[in-house]
């Protein structure tokens, strides 16, 4: 069994409140849910309207496998126009 977190860094250029940036990653966090077998949480800057820090964990039985689909999310956060990817850490277990 192989366990996949990510930890990413996003930056919401254009929220001006909690209330903007908490629809924006409330958005992303549900696309990402369709497309994904993944779980996503907000873990670290709640309280900060332009900053948010996900955690995504993904659980399989191919190492390599984990490791592909979470890079592809990855691009996925690169691609999402509301959003800019500031820093990721990628851990498989």
Known sequence: M???????RVVIR?????????????SLKD???QK?????SE?????????????????GNDGKYVNSVLSGLVNSFRLFPKVEL?????NLM
């Open 43 to 59: 873990i670290e800057a709640q309280n900060n309207h332009k900053q948010c820090v996900l955690a995504v964990a993904m659980v």
């Open 86 to 90: 500031v820093d990721y850490d990628l």
């Open 14 to 26: 254009e929220s001006h409140s909690l209330k903007d940036k908490r629809r924006v990653i409330k």
């Open 31 to 33: 696309r990402i849910r």
């Open 2 to 8: 192989v366990i996949g977190i990510l930890n990413i």
């Open 36 to 40: 994904y077998n993944i779980s996503i």
